[in-house]
């Protein structure tokens, strides 16, 4: 089946530890995201990717990291400078990053801290 | 930035019952989008419109792009209790934009 896997569902940080949170997707989709969601709060943009090898900070980038090393694979790390880690995290992806086309999105990672 | 405007927060309805939704902005946006969270779970794209006055069906539901470009509208027809979850309108102001999220609105369908 086509569609974007996020692992693991549920993710546990310790204090000052890096995590990195998988996606992947087998929509031969070009452009992916990265969106945090706290309880009761839109979606919030932290990063994206038009291509592979290129990436851009969203709304809210300071304390994770992202790589795009292949088309189908975006892997969002969430650094010990990120203080308030605790959220719910989607990854989401499109055909192309213009052009008005809708977003589909994984299942979501929980992060929680220790 | 562009903001989308979703309200009230949470919605209760008796099961059986139509329910209107509405997104509303003061930007103009050239496409909505409607998705559906489920708890625990990524959102689902419902419907998606491209055009002002576009009315688009996806069974029950039926959601209209604003004529004036600045609001949108989600319908779901005779609710059942799997229509409980979030609901969240989003849309694109340019071609080069980001997509912005309304904050949603949480469904509640009493048996």
């Known amino acids: 089946d086509g569609g974007i896997t996020q692992s693991p569902k549920y993710l546990f940080r310790k204090e000052g530890q890096n995590v990195t949170l998988s996606c992947e997707q087998n929509l031969n989709h070009d452009a992916m995201y990265w969106y945090r969601q706290d309880p009761g709060q839109g979606l919030r943009l932290i990063y994206y990717?038009?291509?592979?090898?290129?990436?851009q900070k969203g709304d809210i980038a300071e304390g994770y990291s992202v790589s795009r090393e292949k088309k189908e694979s975006f892997p969002l790390t969430v650094t010990s400078a990120q203080k308030n880690p605790t959220a719910f995290y989607l990854c989401?992806?499109?055909?192309?990053?213009?052009?008005?086309?809708?977003?589909?999105f994984g299942d979501g990672t929980r992060l929680s801290i220790l | 930035g562009q903001q989308l405007n979703q309200s009230p927060q949470s919605m209760f309805i008796q099961e059986g019952e139509d329910v209107s939704m509405n997104c509303t902005s003061s930007?103009?946006?050239?496409?909505w989008l409607w998705y559906k969270q489920d708890p625990g779970e990524g959102p689902v794209l419902l419907i998606a419109?491209?055009?002002?006055?576009e009315l688009t069906s996806n069974g029950r539901l039926t959601a209209q792009f604003g004529i004036t470009r600045k609001d949108s509208f989600l319908n779901i027809s005779a609710s059942i209790p799997s229509d409980v979850g979030i609901y969240f309108c989003a849309g694109y102001t340019g071609a080069n934009s980001k997509l912005t999220f309304g904050k949603g609105i949480t469904l509640s369908v009493r048996p």
């Open positions: 419109l491209y055009k002002a006055g």
């Open positions: 990717s038009q291509i592979v090898n290129d990436f």
């Open positions: 989401a992806s499109s055909i192309t990053s213009g052009a008005y086309q809708p977003q589909h």
């Open positions: 930007s103009i946006f050239n496409t």
